[in-house]
């Protein structure tokens, strides 16, 4: 059974991935700063799926942390680098605390996982890595620029990583969800909410499961030749 | 096992898992990596296949970045972390 690592994974998207995930018989390694209540009554009834604590703003500790899930799970197949913070605000009245944090948790963080989980893909000469980005890394949105310039630096990633590793049976792809009803999108006002889905060609907004399809399409051999690009689940809103 | 030679059974592996050859007589202290046939992406599966069997990565926990210009340098490396264990 391959296994997979999800970051982020207790909520929201990555929990609706790792459930995707675990379906689909991969043996999926959840990881979260602490385990959520929903996710817990789910790994009690799935046996393929289990936790893992983390903190990925411990960017210090992440090679250390890569080399514990090697030895206790084996060689990786999948990492989906999920988890991330969406704080918004306006720029010049951000705190640099702030605007430093979401950059290591976005960017940083997810790049050092990637280099210590893409060692035992590369001896295994086939894996899979999916960044989580999002539409606003290209469209933008007012109040996301930190946010938005780390969905960005994610698809650059994605792109010149894709090209390094494919000779070693490696995919990198970038999953950019747009809209979705999560905890990090519950503080858009009712009314923009309403007007992002009046605006999208299917009416609606996208939902987490629609997401996770595509992040395990990827997954899948299925999807072998796909590589380097941007995977975009957006109900149509940036057509 | 000693380093060293656990260091060229490896890097024969890794020459193989890249699909390249070596492109000297044979590895020796002077050998320059990067005309050893071994390219970039062979030294991380090397890097990689070195810390699975001796659990540690001497680069990484290094202060600063270093990166060996011959064989001779790269062998020493682990051999210096390795008699701390």
């Not at chain 1, 999953?175 to 519950?186: C, K, L, N, S």
């Not at chain 2, 592996?13 to 020796?28: Q, T, V």
Request: proline residues 2%; contains cysteine.
């Amino acid at each position: 059974m391959s296994s997979v690592l999800v970051t982020g994974g207790t909520r929201g998207l990555g929990l609706a991935i790792s459930k995707r995930l675990a379906a689909s018989g991969y043996n999926v390694i959840v990881v979260g700063r602490k385990c959520s209540p929903d996710c817990e009554k789910w790994l009690a009834e799935t046996e393929n799926a289990s936790f893992e604590a983390f903190d990925l703003a411990d960017t210090k500790s992440i090679h250390e942390f890569s080399q514990r899930i090697t030895r206790k799970y084996g060689r990786l197949y999948g990492l989906v680098n999920n988890a991330a913070l969406g704080l918004d605000g306006v720029l010049a009245t951000m705190h640099e605390t702030d605007i430093s944090k979401v950059l290591r948790v976005n960017v940083e963080a997810p790049i050092l996982l990637t280099k210590y989980l893409l060692r035992p893909m590369l001896i295994n000469r086939k894996g899979r890595v999916i960044n989580i980005s999002s539409i606003i890394g290209s469209t933008g949105f007012k109040g996301l620029a930190v946010y938005g310039a780390t969905k960005a630096a994610m698809n650059g990633f994605t792109k010149s990583l894709s090209r390094e590793v494919g000779k070693a049976g490696i995919t990198v792809n970038s999953v950019a969800p747009g809209y979705m009803a999560t905890d990090m999108t519950e503080g858009l006002e009712g009314e923009k909410l309403q007007s992002i889905k009046r605006r999208s060609p299917l009416g609606q907004l996208a939902h987490v499961d629609d997401v996770a399809g595509m992040v395990n399409y990827l997954m899948s051999d299925e999807a072998k030749m796909i590589t380097g690009t941007v995977m975009t689940v957006d109900a149509g809103s940036t057509a | 096992m000693q380093v060293r030679s656990l260091i060229l059974e490896l890097f024969d592996e890794a020459l193989e898992a890249s699909d390249s050859k070596l492109e000297c007589e044979k590895l020796e202290d002077e050998t320059v990596l990067l005309n050893s046939g071994l390219d970039s992406l062979g030294f991380a599966i090397l890097v990689a296949r070195l810390e699975e069997e001796l659990g540690f990565d001497p680069f990484v926990e290094m202060e600063e970045a270093v990166y060996p210009t011959t064989f001779g340098e790269f062998v020493a490396i682990y051999e210096n972390r390795s008699s701390k264990d």
